[in-house]
T-cell receptor, first 116, second 116 residues
């Protein structure tokens, strides 16, 4: 297992364009999380899935943002009509939830988005 | 609601000196606590975590942290700094116990510089 994989690693886009990021979690992990990290800040929670169900969304996730995990495996995060304030590192993490407990969350290397 | 405060956005030590990175948390429920390390343009790597049991937790690369409920603290220490420890360190909290979903709330981070 190669861990959590995110693609692309870097994305530069013009303001107003749509972008989509992909996250492939560790294969047996049923929970998948998206975080956003801006320069000089810690990561901020955006949303998480258990299998294909999106269980929680942060108020940071405006209506321009949508995340999916259609088959309970990989996930995509789409940002429509990008704004310069969307420039950040987008981090994906996964964990295994079973019974009353979870394993720790393992993070991918992130996708750095720059909106020009 | 949960929050994390990391005291000192930048800590500088000499190689071989003690490393102490401070973290205080706020949580209305029993917390799980974590320290992550981030190297430039990389994702987050878990150093150590506290869930239940022993309050002194040992992690990778010689780091350890002690959960002090009375002080709501989870400070990270390493007896002797190495040049390779230079990185940004994040303290994080999640809801503990059976309701844990490993949704993490992070502090703003502490940048550790190690001087030769």
């Amino acid at each position: 297992d190669t861990g959590v994989s995110q693609n692309p690693r870097h994305k530069i886009t013009k303001r107003g364009q749509n972008v989509t990021f992909r996250c492939d979690p560790i294969s047996e992990h049923n929970r998948l999380y998206w975080y956003r990290q801006t320069l000089g800040q810690g990561p901020e929670f955006l949303t998480y899935f258990q299998n294909e169900a999106q269980l929680e969304k942060s108020r940071l996730l405006s209506d321009r943002f949508s995340a999916e995990r259609p088959k309970g495996s990989f996930s995509t995060l789409e940002i429509q009509r990008t704004e310069q304030g969307d420039s950040a590192m987008y981090l994906c993490a996964s964990s295994l939830h079973r019974g009353a407990g979870n394993t720790e969350a393992f993070f991918g290397q992130g996708t750095r988005l720059t909106v020009v | 609601a949960q929050s994390v405060t990391q005291l000192g956005s930048h800590v500088s030590v000499s190689e071989g000196a003690l490393v102490l990175l401070r973290c205080n948390y706020s949580s209305s429920v029993p917390p799980y606590l974590f320290w992550y390390v981030q190297y430039p343009n990389q994702g987050l790597q878990l150093l150590l975590k506290y869930t239940t049991g022993a309050t002194l937790v040992k992690g990778i690369n010689g780091f350890e942290a002690e959960f002090k409920k009375s002080e709501t603290s989870f400070h990270l220490t390493k007896p002797s700094a190495h040049m390779s420890d230079a990185a940004e360190y994040f303290c994080a909290v999640s809801r503990g116990g059976g309701g844990s979903n490993y949704k993490l709330t992070f502090g703003k981070g502490t940048l550790l510089t190690v001087n030769p």
